[in-house]
């Protein structure tokens, strides 16, 4: 299969080489000079998605996502379909839909989870909207790309996904790091606090999984200083995402948007830009000594 492939990112870069590895013509673009094994660079977006009969998009925000398939949707050819992989609002992705389908091509939103070690490793899960038959012209794709791929429903129920789980991901987050610096300050060995959370009704994927409490569980970032991972600049930017969608859906989400505050204070105003998500940990340490 002829497929574009736009934003070879941290994300996008492995993306696109696993599909060239899995034997498809693969011309990817790049605003940054990026070279990826397997992958025709093009001099341009309208370039890589020429002659395509998929084109995906791995993008930073909705507005970037906007202005590039204003280039790239009018160079590709009747009956293709576009797919965009961005973590983006639901009205960007609806947007880029309904353009797409004047065009008369196929569109999937299909935001992903999993990371950069789920990108490299074709691990990822992928949470779609669109019709039945965009959603079959890209699953092959999903099935190189990664191991699990739900279809959501129409254009925009997978952002709609992603920006739930990841408004769980961050409560929960949130809710482990404060419950591990009140253990500390009760005295509790963090071990002890670790197996018996994990296997009690306080157990989440953040605990689980992805521990915040270094030397304890899993390996995750807390064992490496807290270098991402998931940057915290990133949940805050779902996080956002999902107050804004709270907003125009008229929901209630009252602990979501205490987790964006926190997030916000944390990124913005403590220094923890360029931070694992999970060093929320040692900032709540650091507000205890006060
Ligand atoms: P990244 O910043 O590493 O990659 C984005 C790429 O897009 C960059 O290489 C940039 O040069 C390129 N780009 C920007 N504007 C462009 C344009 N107009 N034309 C062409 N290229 C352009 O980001 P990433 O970590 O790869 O994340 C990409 C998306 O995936 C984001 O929406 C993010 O929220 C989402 N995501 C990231 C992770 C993660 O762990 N990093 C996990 C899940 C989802």
Known sequence: MNIGFIGLGNMGGPMAANLAKAGH???GFDMADVSIEGV???ASAAEAATDAEVVITMLP???ILRAVADDVIPAMSAGATLVDCSTVDVDSARAVADQAGSANLMFVDAPVSGGIGGA???TLTFMAGGSSAAFAAAEPLFDIMGQKAVHCGEAGAGQAAKI?????LGITMIGTCEAFALADKLGLDRQKMFDVVS???GYSWSMNAYCPAPGVGPQSPADNDYQPGFAAELMLKDLRLAQQA?????ADTPMGALAQALYSMFVEEEGGAGKDFSAMLPRFEARSRH
């Open 40 to 42: 025709t660079m093009a």
């Open 164 to 168: 739930c789980n990841n408004m769980i």
């Open 120 to 122: 490299s490793g074709g």
């Open 199 to 201: 296997t009690s009704s």
């Open 25 to 27: 013509d693969v011309t």
């Open 61 to 63: 925000n909705g507005q």
């Open 246 to 250: 709270a907003h125009s859906a008229d």
